[in-house]
């Protein structure tokens, strides 16, 4: 099997683990802004972190974790990295000040490094004090921590040259003296012990944070001069994008009565959020638009803004929806919040709707739920989510892919004074209680067809004449009324050629209205085959402009309507975007380049290409006349409404859909790539997506997967963490479902889509799937002797058999590997002892971990982030003296500073959950509630959920008084996973409720048995006996690993054939020498396991 191209395909990801290959998640980072506007006050909330570095390490690293515990952003070196070379290491100092939002400065005995630079440090001070000095020049909020004389000091860290020691000492001075103006301008705090300055840093930067906290009144006039030109400001309208209507809006006066006794009810019980439900083309979107945009305001006038969005759009999501809507309301350029992690922005848009009375729409919100969950979501049809099912796995289809997607849908029940409507093809599960009716908060409203006089008129207004009493009847019988059809009805009668526009004429006529024989039909039926019946009565241009069209999934500009128009003549390709220019000479590409303009030039004058525009626009006024396209004159924009969209991609044959779709696909092609490595929402790759999707459609699986393998499928897993958007892309690649394989595909493609979809779908929870998954990957790994990726494979598998309870498999598969890791290399061996290492304290087995993260120590990590991210061991250093008892501050302090340093998600956001069960264990409860809130948020900020770490947190809540709060989370977690229950159960005890315990205990302790002695989850049974105990329960005996049980792996005879295969190609024995061998010890000392 050749090498798995640039980006290794099958990798080790920890799902949520310290070791192996982690995602670099978003940390915080700063927006740059010039110069000029340095002084202006930051709506980025970041603290700068200024001091001296190697002597103050872990005071800095307590600083940053209490900046991100009270939601702020660190600006320091150890976040961002160090980017600037040394000689201009004073510019990027400065200009980290002037991206922030505060100071905060820890002034040591040393005075630190002087750059020399005549002209900005004439004085020759420290770069502490030029940083501290901006700071004020910059007036912003000003926090000092000075270490007094009693702090213990390494020799080497005091200042002893004399100038410097002057230079120090009147620093320190300066320092001390109170600024004018703001009570925050400059506040000072002497400590003298590492743990003093840790007690006092949390609330120093809890009252910055305060001060900073963006408030509900109206936006400075500074930041709203900085916003988009093309954004309005509160309350005037604004809208995410324009909606395009097909038609004018008319009637439905009855449901606008309806929405403004809803908007202009005062009293408390009104319902803050109504929810339009109802099936495709009803006229959801029209209706909502129309009263939004003329009507809300005659029902109230203190509307303090109104803001529409439609999830219609490419890359539009709630996170995306939040962002627009937080920087509307504020008066921010919504690009300044691209970085703001999403809980963040859900609790800034909570804030601002209740502070004052403000309107929302959310256009098209079943495009956020599991059902639309797939690469084909705008091609839908209703019939195809009648009886919704989740195309990734068992998930309830009315639930948003995201989970906190439906908190925030939650949250927005209560936000009053606001008001929120939401249209969507579905209800989504978070609006509604168990018995599936409607949340207090939500008033749900199912959108029928016109009203009889109402449909009559809207067939008028498309140019139709004839008897009012056989309209009424036509439509209401056959159309059910419905806006999107009776537009297509009207452009087929306009069309009729013995009478057109005459209804009574077109009705009668057997070639005409009696051909449609709709008796038969439900509703849904009778819209498509309408809509069938127009678009066969289409001239065969403007049928196949529409085909090309319904292959995209969103609006387009009349550039890409342009480009894909099939009847305009292909323009000859440039040939610097072909695959050879990288490697032809100089000769071949001038006259490469040579060719092609002359190409270019006849094609720029062939008569084809000059009369397309012409046609074009007569193609677009037809299909406009007959109810197909609709176009937003003020935008110029084109679009198709999703019905449309679903019906004309349906009627597609494999020809049409390949020839139409080669249009699109040269189009995007002719388009600059994005820029994968900076991408931030999904909207930044929506151009790649698109490829993706449309060479699916075409049967193109290849190309499609070669888009996917390289920086789509890297940016989409580690800057987004889009797993549940990545298996949607990846479904068509197997068409068996997750328990298939890819088809269609060489092993080498297959294997990095089946790696991918594992790892995608260990994130989501759906470990059985992953499980299967990665097997098929080891699978074809084997068949190709490729022994690097059989090591990874083994080693993804523990983690997957871990996360399905199977620890006695868990544990063959990571001896195997071991025995493996021999004859791979270096690498591979240190990858491997950090695996099991990270296995054995999942067990609970510290004692064990250590003596392999002794010996881990001995050896040189890998260099290569693909493989091994520093922090890594560190954080499992922790980990193992946590469990051990032993943890100490400056363990975890020194694990955060090298977790920090190597950009390491995961350590960071594990190693804040050791804290907050350290602090806990101490009585350390605040300590515990800061530690556990930032580990949930980072947890959240990425889509996922924690639902022991919710427990956790309420738990310290409860013992820092919160006993209500703590109470309404238990019943809420009641149930979760096994895993969990320990944490619950806690919970549950801590509240007095031992019933409730008792039961979650039971659970915690089943679970923490896994396969029985000595494969038992140790640290978890230890604590889940204890609680049973304190319960006044007996804990349950715990069975012994059964023998005689099959723990056989698949594939276990090739994969053991191959490890003896592979050691003696490498000149090793072909079996281990048993003092080599890799034994673990039992429940007694000395004892062994059998060999896995």
């Known amino acids: 099997m050749p090498p798995l191209a640039t980006r290794p395909l099958l990798q080790t990801h920890p799902g949520g683990r310290l070791?192996?290959?982690?995602?670099?998640?978003?940390?915080?980072?700063?927006?740059?802004?010039?110069?000029?506007?340095?002084?202006?006050?930051?709506?980025?909330?970041?603290?700068?972190?200024?001091?001296t570095f190697t002597d103050l390490e872990e005071h800095r690293a307590k600083a940053i974790q209490a900046i991100e515990g009270r939601r702020l952003y660190p600006v320091?070196?150890?976040?961002?990295?160090?980017?600037?070379?040394?000689?201009?290491?004073?510019?990027?100092?400065?200009?980290?000040?002037?991206?922030?939002?505060?100071?905060?400065?820890?002034?040591?005995?040393?005075?630190?490094?002087?750059?020399?630079?005549?002209?900005?440090?004439?004085?020759?001070?420290?770069?502490?004090?030029?940083?501290?000095?901006?700071?004020?020049?910059?007036?912003?909020?000003?926090?000092?921590?000075?270490?007094?004389?009693?702090?213990?000091?390494?020799?080497?860290?005091?200042?002893?040259?004399?100038?410097?020691?002057?230079?120090?000492?009147?620093?320190?001075?300066?320092?001390?003296?109170?600024?004018?103006?703001?009570?925050?301008?400059?506040?000072?705090?002497?400590?003298?012990?590492?743990?003093?300055?840790?007690?006092?840093?949390?609330?120093?930067?809890?009252?910055?944070?305060?001060?900073?906290?963006?408030?509900?009144?109206?936006?400075?006039?500074?930041?709203?001069?900085?916003?988009?030109?093309?954004?309005?400001?509160?309350?005037?309208?604004?809208?995410?994008?324009?909606?395009?209507?097909?038609?004018?809006?008319?009637?439905?006066?009855?449901?606008?009565?309806?929405?403004?006794?809803?908007?202009?009810?005062?009293?408390?019980?009104?319902?803050?959020?109504?929810?339009?439900?109802?099936?495709?083309?009803?006229?959801?979107?029209?209706?909502?638009?129309?009263?939004?945009?003329?009507?809300?305001?005659?029902?109230?006038?203190?509307?303090?803004?109104?803001?529409?969005?439609?999830?219609?759009?490419?890359?539009?999501?709630?996170?995306?929806?939040?962002?627009?809507?937080?920087?509307?309301?504020?008066?921010?350029?919504?690009?300044?919040?691209?970085?703001t992690p999403a809980p963040d922005l859900a609790d800034r848009l909570m804030t601002e709707l209740h502070a004052r009375p403000l309107l929302l729409v959310l256009d098209g919100l079943e495009r956020v739920l599991v059902a639309y969950n797939r690469s084909d979501a705008p091609h839908l049809r209703d019939e195809d989510v009648e009886t919704p099912a989740d195309p990734i796995a068992n998930r309830d289809p009315c639930d948003a892919i995201r989970p906190q997607d439906d908190d925030l849908l939650r949250r927005l029940t209560a936000a009053a004074p606001s008001r929120v409507l939401v249209s969507s093809r579905l209800t989504p599960r978070a609006l509604l209680n168990p018995a599936h009716q409607p949340l207090?908060?939500?008033?749900?409203?199912?959108?029928?067809?016109?009203?009889?006089?109402?449909?009559?008129a809207l067939l008028r207004t498309c140019g139709v004449s004839g008897s009012g009493a056989k309209m009424q009847r036509y439509l209401?019988?056959?159309?059910?009324?419905?806006p999107l059809v009776i537009g297509v009805l009207a452009g087929l009668i306009n069309e009729h050629l013995s009478a057109p526009g005459n209804f009574d004429a077109w009705a009668e006529d057997p070639q005409g209205g009696k051909t449609l024989n709709l008796g038969s039909l439900d509703l849904k039926q009778r819209r498509n085959h309408i809509l069938e019946s127009g678009l066969r009565a289409l001239p065969d241009e403007g049928r196949t402009l529409l085909g090309a069209m319904s292959l995209l999934s969103t609006a387009i500009e009349y550039e890409t309507l342009t480009a894909i128009d099939p009847g305009r003549p292909g323009e000859p390709i440039d040939p610097e975007n072909e695959k050879f220019w990288r490697t032809a000479n100089r000769k071949n590409k001038r006259a490469a380049k040579a060719a092609y303009q002359r190409a270019l030039t006849a094609w720029q004058k062939s008569d084809a290409v000059r009369a397309a525009p012409a046609r074009l626009k007569e193609k677009v006024g037809t299909l406009k006349r007959r109810g197909f396209?609709?176009?937003?004159?003020?935008?110029?924009?084109?679009?198709?409404?999703?019905?449309?969209?679903?019906?004309?991609?349906?009627?597609?044959?494999?020809?049409?859909?390949?020839?139409?779709?080669?249009?699109?696909?040269?189009?995007?092609?002719?388009?600059?790539?994005?820029?994968?490595?900076?991408?931030?929402?999904?909207?930044?790759?929506?151009d790649a997506i698109e490829m993706v999707r449309v060479l699916c459609r075409m049967g193109r699986l290849k190309e499609a997967a070669n888009i996917f393998q390289g920086d789509l499928s890297t940016a989409m897993s580690w800057n987004l963490g889009a797993e549940a958007e990545i298996l949607g892309?990846?479904?068509?690649?197997?068409?068996?479902?997750?328990?298939?394989?890819?088809?269609?595909?060489?092993?080498?493609?297959?294997?990095?889509?089946?790696?991918?979809?594992?790892?995608?779908?260990?994130?989501?929870?759906?470990?059985?799937?992953?499980?299967?998954?990665?097997?098929?990957?080891?699978?074809?790994?084997?068949?190709?002797?490729?022994?690097?990726?059989?090591?990874?494979?083994?080693?993804?598998?523990?983690?997957?058999?871990?996360?399905v309870n199977d620890m006695r498999r868990a544990w063959a598969c990571a001896r195997r590997n071991y025995h493996l890791v021999g004859a791979v290399g270096p690498d591979s061996l240190f990858m491997s002892m950090l695996a099991l290492a990270e296995f054995l304290l999942g067990l609970g087995r510290p004692r064990d971990a250590a003596s392999w993260l002794a010996r881990l120590r001995a050896l040189r990590p890998p260099t290569d982030r693909a493989l091994y991210r520093p922090g890594s061991l560190e954080g499992l250093e922790a980990w193992s003296r946590f469990l051990a008892g032993t943890l100490t501050e400056d363990d975890l302090s020194r694990a955060e500073v090298a977790a920090r340093a190597g950009r390491h998600w995961e350590a960071r956001q594990s190693l804040l959950v050791f804290r907050g069960r350290w602090a806990l264990d101490r009585g350390a409860f605040t300590d515990a509630a800061e530690a556990f809130d930032g580990a949930l948020r980072m947890i959240r900020e990425v889509g996922r959920t924690d639902p022991g770490l919710e427990a956790c947190l309420a738990l310290a809540n409860l013992r820092c008084g919160d006993r209500a709060g703590a109470l309404d989370r238990a019943e809420r977690l009641t149930g979760v996973r096994d895993r969990d229950a320990l944490d619950v159960a806690h919970l549950w005890h801590a509240l007095n409720r031992p019933e409730e315990a008792v039961i979650e205990a039971r659970r915690a302790h089943t679970w923490a048995v896994a396969d029985g002695d000595p494969f038992v989850r140790r640290w978890h049974l230890e604590r889940a006996e204890a609680l049973l105990r304190a319960l006044g329960e007996t804990p349950p005996p715990v069975p012994a690993c059964d023998p005689a049980q099959d723990y056989t792996l698949p594939l276990q005879d090739e994969i053991d054939a191959f490890i003896r295969e592979t050691r003696v190609a490498k000149g090793q024995p072909e079996t281990i020498p048993e003092a080599q061998q890799l034994l673990w010890p039992g429940p007694d000392p000395g004892a062994e396991i059998p060999d896995a």
Not at 33 to 39: L, Y
Not at 264 to 279: H, K, S, W
Not at 476 to 482: A, R
């Open 19 to 51: 070791s192996g290959v982690t995602r670099p998640f978003l940390d915080s980072a700063e927006y740059h802004m010039p110069s000029s506007e340095a002084s202006r006050p930051r709506q980025y909330l970041g603290v700068m972190v200024s001091s």
């Open 76 to 339: 320091a070196m150890e976040v961002q990295g160090a980017t600037a070379s040394p000689n201009d290491v004073l510019t990027e100092s400065l200009r980290m000040i002037d991206d922030a939002a505060a100071y905060i400065g820890v002034i040591s005995h040393k005075y630190g490094q002087i750059p020399p630079d005549p002209e900005r440090n004439p004085d020759d001070l420290s770069i502490t004090e030029l940083e501290f000095n901006r700071a004020l020049d910059l007036n912003r909020p000003i926090l000092l921590f000075i270490m007094g004389e009693k702090h213990r000091v390494e020799p080497a860290n005091v200042e002893l040259d004399g100038e410097k020691r002057r230079k120090l000492e009147a620093f320190r001075e300066r320092a001390k003296q109170m600024g004018h103006g703001s009570r925050l301008h400059r506040v000072y705090v002497v400590f003298n012990s590492l743990e003093e300055f840790g007690e006092k840093v949390g609330p120093a930067i809890g009252n910055l944070a305060s001060d900073l906290e963006p408030r509900a009144a109206a936006p400075d006039p500074v930041a709203l001069a900085s916003a988009s030109p093309r954004a309005p400001h509160p309350p005037a309208f604004h809208a995410v994008p324009d909606y395009i209507g097909s038609h004018r809006f008319l009637g439905r006066e009855q449901e606008l009565r309806a929405l403004d006794a809803w908007a202009g009810a005062m009293d408390a019980d009104a319902p803050p959020l109504m929810l339009i439900e109802a099936i495709g083309g009803s006229g959801k979107s029209i209706l909502t638009w129309h009263w939004v945009g003329q009507r809300a305001v005659t029902v109230r006038d203190d509307w303090a803004g109104r803001f529409w969005y439609s999830f219609y759009e490419r890359g539009a999501t709630l996170v995306d929806f939040c962002r627009h809507a937080v920087a509307y309301m504020t008066g921010v350029d919504p690009d300044t919040l691209r970085k």
């Open 476 to 482: 209401k019988e056959n159309c059910g009324n419905h």
């Open 629 to 686: 396209l609709q176009h937003d004159p003020h935008t110029n924009r084109y679009d198709l409404h999703p019905v449309v969209r679903g019906v004309v991609a349906g009627r597609l044959d494999e020809d049409e859909t390949r020839t139409l779709g080669q249009h699109v696909v040269d189009h995007f092609n002719s388009r600059p790539k994005p820029a994968f490595e900076n991408a931030e929402t999904l909207a930044d790759l929506a």
């Open 440 to 456: 207090p908060g939500v008033d749900r409203v199912l959108l029928q067809g016109l009203s009889p006089e109402d449909a009559e």
């Open 729 to 803: 892309l990846l479904a068509p690649f197997f068409p068996r479902g997750w328990d298939g394989h890819p088809e269609e595909l060489d092993d080498m493609v297959a294997a990095s889509l089946t790696n991918d979809a594992s790892i995608a779908l260990s994130e989501l929870g759906l470990h059985c799937e992953a499980l299967h998954q990665q097997g098929n990957a080891l699978e074809i790994a084997l068949r190709h002797g490729d022994a690097v990726n059989v090591r990874v494979c083994l080693n993804n598998l523990v983690l997957r058999y871990q996360a």
